[in-house]
């Protein structure tokens, strides 16, 4: 089956909708997810929306990664 490039590694190609695993474009500041821990990327605005949650309770990190959210969504709907 053929597939674009695009959709197989979209990091390449320049495309970067959410947080990535490597500095990518405008995903340059590094986030921990607060669930698995892992390294990603944001861009700057989430990088604000972060630190401004970070500022009214330090103990809860808000960022979650696309894959940790996706197994909340995946449990949610079973349930």
Do not use: Q, W
């Not at 495309?15 to 861009?43: F, Q, S, W």
């Not at 700057?44 to 972060?50: A, H, N």
């Not at 959210?69 to 995946?74: C, D, I, V």
């Amino acid at each position: 089956m053929d597939r674009l490039r695009e959709t197989i590694n979209p990091e390449e190609m320049g495309i970067h909708e959410g947080p990535t695993r490597y500095p990518a474009g405008k995903n340059l500041n590094a986030l921990h997810c607060r669930e698995c821990g892992d390294l990603y990327y944001v861009d700057e605005k989430t990088m604000r929306r972060v630190h401004a949650a970070l500022e009214g309770d330090p103990s809860e990190n808000p960022f979650c990664c696309p894959r940790c959210e996706e197994e909340y969504e995946e449990e949610a709907y079973g349930h």
